[in-house]
């Protein structure tokens, strides 16, 4: 199954081969007190090549844009974008888009009441890009990448988000208190 973009060692692999696996059980191909070995097969390959994941990071991997001023997502940012990176990636890469605080803070909030999560701001940056990708406006990039209405509603969305354990007590609930006022202010 073909994977672009940048998969961390804790977590996000897990998640890509929990899907994969998924995808052979509900198969019928598969079972799960089978021996997994038969999956480095080309018949296995060909099955899983029918698919792509696309996977998207908020860490500093080199992709991230310097940010200039003070902002939620400054965890999101190096000094300078990495050229090497830059040109490697750049023909796997669709599209990109700028997230503003007050989104990053309405989306922290409706997780937090809705899902019970503890995030920082900037893991809800890949949540956001989906959200920019589907508003009206962008009926052109989604054309332009073959992403009709069926192929979405078929599609398997995954976001990793993390950091929420490492957010200072203090700093959580003036998160939480500016996701509220954001969510307030929205309506």
């Given amino acids: ?18 899907h994969a696996e998924a995808l052979a059980l509900a198969s019928g191909r598969l079972r799960a007190d089978a ?24 860490g500093n991997l080199g992709l991230s844009i310097g940010i200039v001023g003070v902002t939620a997502a400054d965890s999101l940012a190096v000094g300078r974008p ?14 990109y888009c700028t997230v503003d605080d007050d989104a990053l803070f309405a989306l922290l909030g409706l ?16 949540l956001a890009a989906l959200a920019h990708l589907a508003a009206p406006a962008h009926a052109a990039a989604r054309a332009r990448l073959g992403l009709t209405p069926q192929r979405l509603a078929a599609a ?10 490492l957010v200072p007590p203090a700093q959580r609930r003036a998160d939480l208190r500016r996701a509220r006022a954001v969510l307030a202010e929205a309506g």
């Fill in 82 to 95: 990495s050229g090497f990176v830059g040109r490697a990636m750049q023909r796997l890469i669709d599209g």
């Fill in 111 to 126: 997780a937090a009441r809705t899902e019970d999560l503890a995030l920082e701001p900037s893991a809800l940056a890949g």
């Fill in 156 to 165: 398997h969305h995954i976001a990793w988000m993390t950091g929420g354990g």
């Fill in 35 to 58: 021996d997994y070995a038969q999956l480095d097969s080309d018949a296995w390959r060909a099955f899983f090549g029918r698919y792509r994941i696309a996977v998207g990071s908020t």
């Fill in 1 to 18: 199954m073909p994977i672009s973009g940048s998969i961390k060692a804790r977590g996000g692999i897990h998640e890509v081969l929990a």
